[in-house]
């Protein structure tokens, strides 16, 4: 009888071991690394507005992406708070590759910028897409001809003069504070959703001049809606054909060039490595097709196509220079060495 008794305890636990080893399988770590991925749709989170520099890179790339996937990858716009909306949306969401971040340069700033706790940092890098020049554009029958010209105007204006912006943290931001911290011009800033936002009010007149990326201007300024002053660059944007680099007139911005925003796709921390394993797979071979090529060349997006430590270390080099840039303008109280980025 004992002996009866003892066998069907003994079976007893091994069901209820193998029924534990089972819920692990489900919702633990090591299963979740061995489970099949993608089994759903994945969706893909624009920090920015639709139309925009950020949604028009990477949406093309998103396009291709898809084609390789056996499931949709759906993309949408969740534009506010400097992209922080879209960053912690995705960075509460699971950490299992179903939520990709796709974003321009803004959370490496958070910190800085009191945004958000949040930073790349907490995020793993599928891709570094690509960087961007920026340029400073005025309405096409502004008066100012050089940037010379609109700066003096500026510090006459006493902080008056309306640049188009993307709210604090954003590129326009960035650029603004670069242009303080070389020349002293203080600006009234417009804060809107995006880059396409800021082009329109230049061109609409509801503001004096902005900073928009190469991508979003070409086809304002080849058409003549917009005059570009310059760019915000060490050397010719060939893409701009008539237009200079920033240097060649204010020599004193060469200190923090180059400058300009990038883009990346990025999941949250801790996702497993074989999800992290079939993301960078499938969105390098679609940044490496010929199609997306193409896209880059025609936005005028330099090519990065770079992941995990290379990337870590641009986005750190990036942070350290606009870090200064930004003190040395009086829109951070606290220096690099403070915060640990020299």
Do not use: H
């Not at 007139?249 to 074989?274: A, C, D, H, R």
């Not at 770079?306 to 009086?330: F, R, V």
Request: hydrophobic share 40%.
């Amino acid at each position: 009888m004992k002996k009866k008794l003892f066998a069907v305890l003994l079976a007893l636990a091994m069901v209820i071991s193998v029924t534990a080893c089972g819920g692990s399988s489900s919702g633990g770590a090591s299963a979740d690394a061995d489970a099949a991925y993608p089994t759903k749709d994945i969706n893909g989170i624009v920090q920015w507005g639709e139309g925009g520099g950020t949604d028009n890179l990477v949406r093309p790339l998103c396009t291709v992406a898809d084609g390789l996937l056996d499931v949709n990858l759906v993309v949408s716009n969740v534009p506010g708070g400097t992209g922080s909306i879209a960053t912690t949306q995705v960075y509460n969401a699971p950490a299992d590759g179903y939520n990709l971040l796709l974003g321009a340069e803004n959370p490496a700033l958070y910190q800085i910028m009191d945004i958000s706790e949040l930073t790349y940092d907490n995020f793993e890098t599928i891709l570094l897409i690509g960087s961007e020049d920026v340029s400073i554009v005025v309405p096409n029958d502004s008066p100012y001809n050089s940037v010379t010209e609109l700066i003096e105007a500026a510090k006459a204006a006493d902080g008056s003069m309306i640049f188009a912006a993307t709210g604090e943290g954003g590129s326009q931001w960035q650029a603004a504070g670069l242009i303080g911290a070389v020349t002293g011009a203080n600006f009234t800033q417009l804060p809107l959703d995006g880059d396409g936002d800021c082009l329109t009010a230049v061109m609409g007149k509801q503001a004096d001049v902005t900073t928009i990326k190469s991508s979003q201007v070409m086809e304002a300024y080849e058409a003549g809606t917009v005059k570009i002053l310059a760019t915000i660059t060490a050397e010719p944007v060939a893409e701009l054909p008539g237009t200079k680099p920033i240097v060649e007139e204010i020599p004193e911005f060469s200190e923090y060039l180059p400058f300009g925003p990038f883009y990346g796709v990025f999941v949250k921390e801790g996702t497993p490595q074989n999800v992290l394993d079939t993301l960078s797979e499938v969105f390098t071979e679609a940044f490496n097709s010929e199609e997306y090529q193409t896209v880059l060349k025609n936005l005028n997006i330099k090519p990065l196509g770079i992941a995990g430590e290379e990337a870590n270390s641009y986005i750190d080099n990036w942070t350290k220079s606009t870090a200064k840039a930004l003190y040395n303008a009086k829109l951070i109280d606290k220096s690099p060495a403070e915060l640990g980025l020299e």
